[in-house]
């Protein structure tokens, strides 16, 4: 099958978020140049076309199946009801934290599906391309946090990544560390070097799943492929 990106390869509360243990056991690296290490990837080859649930995936709702797009296996979300449906995948991690997804649909007239990446669970930080408002948006929980500029473009595969980091600080007697939150979203191969939005939090950030979610508006199909969650963290036993 394909690679990955090239620059990146190189309610539901009990089950998704608030006060999850870490599923793998971990130890920071060395604080003076850290990298990230992919902790969980997939591309959906693996699967046989029309499993309807893909192990390692946990659907939270829809009808999601395998399906080929294109020369490739994806999973594919039907354009029908129209309602948002997403799935948790990955690891559950508490520090420093990356998670990637490419999405691909149409439009239908004015209607315009929406796509969405998230980490920590219910309660974390979620990035969104709204195309009908021509927005990327920035979402803790249901409020929007931040925002700018995107113009999608139907038919074409779309990239999100969302990640966030621990700023250093000097005081060891802070309880609650800021985090640097930061989101991006392209379309081809090409993924830009700098950043869509950047964000500041002290919020608390939990070791949910992270999720992958679409809402059909336009009534096409929703293909999902290249998942793949990051992380800073070097794993004694990493578990998909």
């Not at 003076?32 to 902790?39: F, N």
């Not at 946990?58 to 594919?76: A, C, P, R, S």
Request: proline residues 7%.
């Amino acid at each position: 099958m394909r690679a990955l990106s090239k620059l990146y390869i190189t309610t539901l509360a009990l089950i998704v978020g608030q006060a999850f243990q870490p599923d793998i056991q971990a130890k920071p690296e060395s604080t003076v140049q850290q990298k990230w290490h992919a902790s969980y990837t997939n591309d959906f080859s693996k699967y046989k076309v029309g499993e309807d649930d893909p192990e390692g995936l946990f659907i939270l709702d829809g009808d999601f199946k395998v399906t080929e797009t294109q020369g490739n296996k994806t999973l594919m979300l039907p354009g029908d009801p129209l309602d948002q449906f997403g799935f948790l995948f990955g690891p559950r991690i508490p520090a420093d934290l990356a998670v990637q997804c490419r999405f691909l649909s149409e439009k239908q007239g004015r209607r315009m599906p929406t796509f969405s990446l998230a980490m920590g669970g219910v309660t974390g930080f979620r990035i969104k391309v709204n195309p009908a408002h021509r927005k990327l948006q920035l979402m803790k929980e249901d409020a929007i946090v931040a925002d700018t500029p995107f113009r999608w473009v139907s038919g074409q595969w779309l990239t999100l990544r969302l990640q966030r980091q621990k700023i250093p600080h000097q005081d060891p007697g802070i309880q609650n560390p800021r985090w640097r939150i930061q989101a991006k979203a392209w379309q081809g191969r090409d993924e830009p070097e700098g950043w869509s939005i950047q964000h500041e939090s002290d919020k608390k950030q939990t070791a949910g799943k992270c999720s992958a979610w679409g809402a059909p508006y336009s009534t096409h199909r929703i293909y999902f492929d290249e998942l793949a969650v990051f992380s800073t963290l070097v794993y004694s036993n990493p578990r998909n």
